[in-house]
T-cell receptor, first 116, second 110 residues
Framework: GAVVSQHPSRVICKSGTSVKIECRSL??????MFWYRQFPKQSLMLMAT?????????EQGVEKDKFLINHASLTLSTLTVTSAHPEDSSFYIC????????????FGPGTRLTVT | GDSVTQMEGPVTLSEEAFLTINCTYT??????LFWYVQYPGEGLQLLLK?????DKGSNKGFEATYRKETTSFHLEKGSVQVSDSAVYFC?????????FGKGTHLIIQP
């Protein structure tokens, strides 16, 4: 149990366009989902925390109008990178925490975004 | 605030060698502690966890003990394999989420 999927696994888009990344908890309900960004050979940087049915909480320095997060159900959260630029190219990883469970997070396989 | 410090790699070992990756933390309260592993191009997988002092987490031959007195959660394995080559992240967790160390790149040579 505790499987998290992400779609797409890889995406290439042109500068100025928007890209949506989906994160799903497949076999459990997740009241809280997290979005991370990871640069090559570095640790994960938390971008935002989203709770089902409420607005996401963004970390300092993360533009909420650029990285739109929606957590409409207990099994789905989406991250939309709006007006993407080459500097947004990165590996984006989501995670989910069980409703009422302990603090461990279950991670998706990640999405490699390349903006040309 | 909370923080996690772990040895930075790369750490290179021969197959069947003994592995220790050090991890220490600072935190308020009583966090849970985790080790995650990341294989190339993939997300993170939970390797093991401990939720209170003196707990020992174990999985796939890896072990770590929650030492409150030394604020440590060192990862150990008695005999590593080439397939253990990956990046290992120590993390502490509470209600607000996880705080990660910078990761340790482990390379096992045959």
């Amino acid at each position: 149990g505790a499987v998290v999927s992400q779609h797409p696994s890889r995406v290439i888009c042109k500068s100025g366009t928007s890209v949506k990344i989906e994160c799903r908890s497949l076999d459990f309900q997740a009241t809280t989902m997290f979005w991370y960004r990871q640069f090559p050979k570095q640790s994960l940087m938390l971008m935002a925390t989203s709770n089902e049915g409420s607005k996401a909480t963004y970390e300092q320095g993360v533009e909420k109008d650029k990285f739109l997060i929606n957590h409409a159900s207990l099994t789905l959260s989406t991250l939309t990178v709006t007006s993407a630029h080459p500097e947004d190219s990165s590996f984006y990883i989501c995670s989910a925490r069980r409703a009422g469970g302990p603090y461990e997070q279950y991670f998706g396989p990640g999405t490699r975004l390349t903006v040309t | 605030g909370d923080s996690v410090t772990q040895m930075e790699g790369p750490v290179t070992l021969s197959e069947e060698a003994f592995l220790t990756i050090n991890c220490t933390y600072t935190a308020t309260g009583y966090p849970s502690l985790f080790w995650y592993v990341q294989y190339p191009g993939e997300g993170l997988q939970l390797l093991l966890k401990a939720t209170k002092a003196d707990d020992k987490g174990s999985n796939k031959g890896f072990e770590a003990t929650y030492r409150k007195e030394t604020t440590s959660f060192h990862l150990e394995k008695g005999s590593v394999q080439v397939s253990d080559s990956a990046v290992y992240f120590c993390a502490l967790g509470g209600a607000d989420g996880l705080t990660f160390g910078k990761g340790t790149h482990l390379i096992i040579q045959p």
